[in-house]
């Protein structure tokens, strides 16, 4: 299971995504939470994923700065796009 995946799985099973934007160490990020309508126990591959997204870096992308993990929701961090979503 993905983070995409997911993301995906929980709009289509009623779950809600929020983003908001804030600021890190100075620099402005986007803090995007995903709600969970019931407790999920986030598995080995996710946060292995989350830890291998930390460690990319490209002019093209924006940068996964980290996550905060709880039992009902989840929380990351990446660098604003002040272009707005490129959904």
């Given at each position: ?5 997911a993301m ?10 929020f ?9 402005v990020?986007?803090?995007?939470e ?30 996964f700065?980290?996550?905060c ?8 961090i990446t660098?604003?796009?002040a ?5």
């Amino acid at each position: 299971l993905s983070l995409a995946s997911a993301m995906s799985m929980e709009s289509r099973v009623g779950g809600q995504v929020f983003a908001q934007t804030g600021q890190y160490h100075g620099v402005v990020v986007r803090i995007k939470e995903l709600k969970f309508s019931k407790k999920k126990d986030v598995s080995r591959d996710v946060m292995k994923e989350m830890r291998a997204l930390r460690e990319i870096r490209h002019g093209n992308l924006n940068s996964f700065i980290g996550a905060c993990v709880e039992p009902m929701r989840i929380l990351l961090i990446t660098e604003y796009c002040a272009k707005g979503s490129l959904y």
